[in-house]
Structure formats: C-alpha cells, structure tokens
C-alpha cells in the first residue's frame, strides 16, 4: 500500500501527462512552487521526478479496489513511462491534509475517462469520488469539486459531443454531494471546423 506521507509529498510536484486535457485546474490544482504541499520540494520538478510522481499516482489507482477494471486495465504508459494522467491537489473534504484530484485520459487525444477524488487516511488513501463515463473531467473550484460530463447525441461524431452537464459537487456528512447543475448546447456551425463553443440552456 501507498503510504499517505509517500503520496503527498511526491505530489507537492505537478504531474506532466503526455497531454493533459480538460479544462485545467481553476482556483486549486497544479500548484506553483507558493503553494506546495508541506513536506514537499520547493524547487521546479525535473523530468525524474516527474516520473516517479506519475509512477506512485498511477500505482494508487491501480491498487484502489473502488476503480474499474476497464480503467485500470487501460492505464497505460503513452511513450516509454509517461502516463496520460492530470493530478491536482487542495481541499475538498474539510480536512487539512490535501486531497488528491486524479483525471485518467487517453493518449492520443488527451480525452477523460474517468475522475477520482483520494481522500487522506491514516492507512494510506481512500477513494471517496468517482466518474466512470467518459469524456469526463474534474477539478476543484474555490473548494468544490467541479465535474464536466460531455455529452453525445446520436450520430454525434467523437470530436463534436453535442452537450455538456457542468456539476459542482460539496464535500457534506462525509461523502460529496450535488450542489448545483448547468446544461449547455454547443453550437455545431455547418462548416465549423473548430471546437464547438458552449450555449447556455434556457
């Protein structure tokens, strides 16, 4: 098992994905050297460490029983030990130790598969969120967690999802709970060839 002080320190440094996608972290998240998790280096990682980062975040999912066979069967190096995975950090659970925001992407197109949320745990870490259902994204707002779901409608092509569900979630009683929900359309142009914007819903 991953030790609890072993994972925070090595993610005082930002993990660098072989090509993050999403919407990045808002308010919390990668943090600059101002922001480091106690105990954590406060110099710039270097690629080694960045490495060895990416090699314990992507241990700790592989290890959690809560995270799918699917996911953990993907999770595979991009080129030579470069994982496809977007690790931010901050609080969400009310605790003062960091929580551990985990977005598992694809190599090629840097497209979300899933989100966890670990929440710090004498033993190690527990997985105290989940999203499954990709394209999915999450990150921490002022925090909340904010969870991004794309959506398709049929005949949507892959790179065009039709819809989005923006959902912000609040750490309440121990567990996350929904505070609030915004759909947007994109506008898909005829001819656009560029990534459709969002349109608020009425």
């Known amino acids: 098992m991953i030790t609890a002080g072993a994972v925070v320190a090595a993610l005082g440094l930002f993990v660098a994905a072989c090509g993050t996608g999403g919407t990045g972290a808002r308010d919390e998240g990668p943090a600059g050297n101002d922001s480091l998790a106690p105990g954590a280096a406060s110099v710039a990682a270097g ?15 592989k290890a959690d029983p809560k995270v799918s066979k ?48 670990f929440r710090e745990r004498r ?6 969120f989940r999203a499954e259902e990709p394209p999915v994204y999450a990150e921490i707002d002022r925090g909340d967690l904010v969870v991004t779901q794309q959506l398709y409608a ?6 065009f999802p039709s819809s989005e569900e923006v959902i912000t979630y609040r750490w309440t009683r121990n567990r996350f709970a929904e505070e609030s929900r915004t759909h947007n359309d994109y506008s898909n142009a005829v001819g656009d ?8 819903s009425k």
């Not at 995975?85 to 659970?93: F, I």
């Not at 049929?154 to 790179?159: Q, S, T």
């Not at 060839?193 to 969002?198: A, K, N, Y």
């Open 193 to 200: 060839t560029d990534t459709p914007e969002p349109v608020p």
């Open 70 to 117: 699917d996911v953990k069967r993907d999770l595979q190096p991009c080129v030579a030990d470069e994982y496809p995975v977007d690790v931010s950090y901050g609080k969400l659970t009310g605790q003062s130790a960091n929580d551990i925001v985990v977005n598992v992407m694809t190599c090629g197109d840097a497209v979300g598969v899933a989100s966890y949320v």
């Open 154 to 159: 049929k005949g949507d092509p892959v790179e």
């Open 123 to 128: 033993s190690g870490y527990e997985n105290v």
């Open 47 to 61: 690629p080694t460490e960045d490495r060895a980062t990416m090699a314990k975040v992507v241990k700790l999912v």
